[in-house]
């Protein structure tokens, strides 16, 4: 069960719902963001989907360790365990993507 209102979880599909239980249990926990695995706990791509619905706040550091920031539910504002002091992120969920490069050679 997660801490988020009803009218928001009939929004989320099962996956969805499930994915964002176990992010906010890792950050009550004060735990390592969970990592998408095919077949494991957290199906692939559903960090980057909570993000875009704007119910996290994803922020990458250097070897894909990623701070997941709740912005929805009665835990907004909690966040998953955080690398070392001094440490900043290349990128956060809040930046538009990267533009495709450009052609190198003629």
Known sequence: ??????????????????????????????????VDQPNGAMPSRMVAELAR???VRV??????FRVVTLLA???AGRSTL?????????RTSDEPPCPAPGRIAP
């Not at 922020?59 to 894909?64: D, G, L, Q, V």
């Open 1 to 34: 069960m997660t801490g988020l209102p009803r009218e928001v979880l009939k929004k989320l599909t099962p996956k969805q719902a499930d994915a964002f239980a176990l992010i906010e249990r890792a950050a009550l926990a004060g735990a390592r963001c969970p």
């Open 53 to 55: 619905l704007k119910l």
């Open 59 to 64: 922020e990458i550091f250097a070897r894909n």
């Open 73 to 75: 539910g009665v835990n």
């Open 82 to 90: 955080k690398p070392g002091t001094g440490v900043k992120p290349w």
